[in-house]
């Protein structure tokens, strides 16, 4: 047995370097060198959130922008003066601020704990999962081990995000070059169910939809009509409306239930319903919670792992919004 010893330890050492050389991620990966990276996160997220309800929507669709542009590694936090990092682009859709905030947030807690272990990369993924929870939605295990990128360009952001007119094969193809299915595309897509949109993102579907018919037939006419009320033509391009108009703080299956009765609002959400191919998906995912849930779970954990960073391409930030060398 004692002789087994020094071999056991290397085979531990040889894995050790071997997740991160491989860019495998796992749920313990900060066991021994941070090992209350999570309850220090969710603190912070939980005394932002309480702050404002913004929190939620704000950093889970930061954590997608920043996986589908480069993988997940924190590019989209790096700020530069000259505006001409990934967040500049004009693709970065109008994030709100409130989640960067709550990384830099919990990333200053985190170092308090445990300086120069944590990435900004895991800080997101780990604060995404907890707004979900936080307004009241799946829960599930999060993968750690990023590290943190080194190079964030607007330019780089150029068609890696989904448009809100795509088709599904159009979001299939997207998702798909992210490794990611149908299926957990349209769970992703249940993020709707909580936060903002600013008008102009949907407003063909009420005013130019097409050369017979000023509205989209495929929305719901009452919700159309409510569109037209919050949003007039020409209306403050700052005005935004809730995304869910049934729950808006809620993290719940109600956006499926709202594509079934023609309440999706943009494109890329009603198509879902509209299309034969997707439909099944989400009818399920209208009826059964539980199936959302887990495939929401399960498609985060997925989206985690997207072009996940290692050895020589990444660092450990010390300040989430630059570089370590600069
Ligand atoms: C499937 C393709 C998708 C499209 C076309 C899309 C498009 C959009 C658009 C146009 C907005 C409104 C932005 C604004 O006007 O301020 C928005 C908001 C939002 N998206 Fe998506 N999105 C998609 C998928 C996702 C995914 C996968 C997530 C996260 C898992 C997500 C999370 C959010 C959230 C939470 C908001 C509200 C942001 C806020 O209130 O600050 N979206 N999305
Ligand atoms: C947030 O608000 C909830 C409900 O009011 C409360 O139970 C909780 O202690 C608060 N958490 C923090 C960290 O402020
Ligand atoms: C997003 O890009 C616009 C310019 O296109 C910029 O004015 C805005 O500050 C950016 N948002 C964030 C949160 O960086
Ligand atoms: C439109 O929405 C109402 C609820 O506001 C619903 O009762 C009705 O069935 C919906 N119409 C269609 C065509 O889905
Ligand atoms: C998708 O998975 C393949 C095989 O594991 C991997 O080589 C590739 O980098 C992944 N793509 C992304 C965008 O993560």
Same mark, same amino acid.
């Given at each position: 047995m004692e002789a087994w010893r020094p071999l056991m330890l290397s085979i531990t050492v040889f894995m050790v370097i071997m997740q991160r050389?491989?860019?495998?991620?796992s749920?313990n990966f900060?066991s021994s060198t941070?090992p209350?990276?999570?309850?220090?996160?969710?603190?912070?997220?939980?005394?932002?959130?309480?702050?404002?309800?913004?929190?939620?929507? =704000?950093?889970?669709?930061? @954590?997608? *922008?920043?996986?589908?542009?480069?993988?997940?590694?924190? #590019?989209?936090?790096? %700020? $530069?003066?000259?505006?001409?990092?990934?967040?500049?682009?004009?693709?970065?859709?109008?994030?709100?601020?409130?989640?960067?905030?709550?990384?830099?947030?919990?990333?200053?807690?985190?170092?308090?704990?445990?300086?120069?272990?944590?990435?900004?990369?895991?800080?997101?993924?780990?604060?995404?999962?907890?707004?979900?929870?936080?307004?009241?939605?799946?829960?599930?295990?999060?993968?750690?081990?990023?590290?943190?990128?080194?190079?964030?360009?607007?330019?780089?952001?150029?068609?890696?995000?989904?448009?809100?007119?795509?088709?599904?094969?159009?979001?299939?193809?997207?998702?798909?070059?992210?490794?990611?299915?149908?299926?957990?595309?349209?769970?992703?897509?249940? =993020?709707?169910?909580?936060? @903002?949109? *600013?008008?102009?993102?949907?407003?063909?579907?009420?005013? #130019?939809?097409?050369? %017979? $018919?000023?509205?989209?037939?495929?929305?719901?006419?009452?919700?159309?009509?409510?569109?037209?009320?919050?949003?007039?033509?020409?209306?403050?391009?700052?005005?935004?409306?809730?995304?869910?108009?049934?729950?808006?703080?809620?993290?719940?299956?109600?956006?499926?239930?709202?594509?079934?009765?023609?309440?999706?609002?943009?494109?890329?959400?009603?198509?879902?319903?509209?299309?034969?191919?997707?439909?099944?998906?989400?009818?399920?995912?209208?009826?059964?919670?539980?199936?959302?849930?887990?495939?929401?779970?399960?498609?985060?954990?997925?989206?985690?792992?997207?072009?996940?960073?290692?050895?020589?391409?990444?660092?450990?930030?010390?300040?989430?919004?630059?570089?370590?060398?600069?």
């Open positions: 050389g491989e860019g495998q991620l749920e900060y941070c209350n990276v999570e309850s220090i996160v969710k603190q912070v997220v939980d005394t932002k959130v309480n702050q404002t309800f913004v929190t939620v929507p =704000a950093t889970l669709r930061l @954590f997608f *922008h920043d996986c589908f542009v480069q993988g997940c590694d924190a #590019s989209i936090l790096i %700020s $530069s003066p000259n505006g001409d990092a990934e967040k500049d682009a004009p693709d970065n859709l109008s994030l709100a601020g409130d989640g960067f905030d709550t990384v830099i947030k919990a990333k200053a807690a985190v170092e308090q704990a445990c300086p120069g272990v944590v990435s900004c990369a895991d800080i997101l993924a780990i604060a995404a999962r907890d707004v979900v929870v936080k307004a009241r939605g799946p829960s599930f295990d999060v993968e750690l081990g990023r590290l943190d990128g080194l190079v964030s360009k607007a330019s780089s952001v150029a068609g890696k995000l989904p448009e809100p007119d795509f088709d599904l094969d159009q979001l299939n193809a997207l998702f798909a070059k992210n490794n990611l299915t149908q299926t957990d595309m349209i769970a992703l897509s249940g =993020a709707h169910t909580v936060g @903002f949109s *600013h008008c102009d993102r949907f407003a063909n579907r009420i005013y #130019s939809f097409s050369k %017979s $018919s000023q509205v989209d037939p495929t929305l719901n006419s009452s919700y159309a009509v409510q569109l037209m009320q919050a949003c007039p033509r020409n209306v403050d391009p700052s005005i935004a409306i809730d995304m869910d108009p049934v729950t808006p703080q809620e993290f719940d299956n109600m956006y499926y239930k709202n594509l079934v009765n023609g309440k999706g609002l943009f494109t890329s959400d009603e198509v879902l319903f509209t299309d034969p191919a997707s439909r099944s998906t989400v009818n399920d995912f209208a009826n059964n919670p539980t199936d959302f849930n887990g495939a929401f779970g399960a498609a985060m954990r997925k989206l985690g792992r997207t072009k996940v960073k290692t050895g020589k391409q990444g660092e450990i930030r010390r300040d989430c919004t630059a570089f370590n060398n600069s």
